[in-house]
Structure formats: C-alpha cells, structure tokens
C-alpha cells in the first residue's frame, strides 16, 4: 500500500507536489503547536509596515490544521494545480504565472484583508486561469470518476461568498480578480501586441541573446 502511495506521489508534477509538501508540513506545524495560527496569519500591513515577511511564506501553504478534512483540501488542489502544470508543460512559465497571480493577490489585499490564506486564493484563481484558458464547459475528473465542471466553479464560490457570507465586492473579486486580470492581460497583449506576459524574463533574455548572436543555437 505504502509503495503505490509512493508511486501515485511521485507521478504528481515537481512544483504542484513540493507545494503539497509545503501544505503537510505547516499543517503538521500548526497541529503540534510548533508555530501558531496568529504567526502565519496573513496582514498586509504586518507583512509590508512591519517586515514580518514570513507570513507570506506560511500563508501560502495554509490549507488548514492538520485532519482529514486538509488531506481532501489538499488533493483536490493538487489535482487542479497538475492539470494545470502539465498542460502548461513548462515549469518556469508555470512558477511565473504563479508569481504574478500572487502579486496580483498581494496589491489587491492592501485594500481588503483577506478571510482566508494566500494558499486558498493562489488556487482560486490558478483554478479560474485554468478555465478561462480552457474550452467552455471543460470537466476535470475528481474523486471517484465524479466530474466537476469549471465552468460553474468560479460563480458559485462567488455568489456563496457574497450572498450566504456576506463578504463585501471587494474580498469576493480577491477568489478570481487577479486570474481573471493575468487572462486578460494575457490574451490582450499577446493578440494586439505580441507579448507573452506569461513568458518568464529570463526566457525573453534567452530570445535576445539569441537574436543578438550571444547564444549558439
């Protein structure tokens, strides 16, 4: 049993499955007492006016306490996190869309504070990329072969948030917002313009280093 755990593990992509490790062990952390939930609490203003960085850290890998309700949390992200890598196929295209999602999430926070940890709105809105870059109506198989369709996914946590929470406009846009504005800025740059916003910088320096002659081919 232990060894195809093992296998199905390493059959997950490198950066969706250190993520996972990173979601177990500040979980395991939290649960034991080792650090506290008010240390990886995530404030903009003890974060950015007190320097207290490592919050941001913690954060992105809050999915809960550790209990069987975080180990469901916690598959069902990477399911979505490794559709999204292997689709994307490249893994520093994937650690820069990351990067820019999150520093979407970041500037946005500084205007609301957040009901839930960076690691839970990265994967909202890595979610709602992964549907706005897919066709209309695509289905992910989740447990037991059941099949959950994006297209639904990203306005029911919308309106469950506003209408049964009763978050402001401003806290529910966080769950899809900077998804929505990498998609965007995505498409509309690359058609009008023909720049590649998910494209890393170091793959546009590799691009003119090459085109400059600094690289042989």
């Not at 960085?53 to 209990?67: A, K, N, P, Q, T």
């Not at 529910?172 to 917002?177: E, Y």
Request: aromatic content about 14%.
């Amino acid at each position: 049993m232990e060894a195809i755990v093992f296998n199905l593990f390493l059959d997950v992509p490198v950066i969706t499955r250190a993520w996972i490790i990173g979601c177990i062990g500040v979980s395991i952390l939290t649960s034991t007492g080792a650090i506290s939930r008010t240390d990886i609490f995530y404030n903009y203003e003890l974060v950015f006016h007190k320097r207290q960085y490592l919050r941001v850290i913690y954060s992105l890998f809050d999915l809960g306490e550790f209990s069987w309700s975080t180990i469901v949390d916690i598959f069902i992200s990477a399911n979505h996190l490794s559709t999204l890598e292997n689709i994307l196929g490249s893994k520093r295209r994937f650690l820069w869309m990351t990067t820019l999602i999150l520093t979407f999430l970041l500037i946005m926070t500084s205007m609301v504070q957040p009901s839930t940890s960076l690691g839970v709105l990265l994967h909202q809105n890595l979610v709602y990329y992964l549907y706005k870059t897919g066709n209309d109506g695509i289905n992910v198989p989740l447990l037991g072969g059941n099949q959950l369709i994006f297209a639904l996914l990203p306005l029911n946590m919308a309106l469950v948030m506003y209408f049964v929470a009763h978050r402001s406009l401003v806290e529910v846009s966080l769950s899809f917002m900077a998804g929505h504005m990498l998609y965007y800025c995505d498409n509309v740059l690359l058609k009008l313009y023909g720049f590649d916003m998910c494209k890393t910088p170091y793959d546009y320096w590799i691009e003119w280093r090459q085109g400059n002659g600094s690289v042989e081919d």
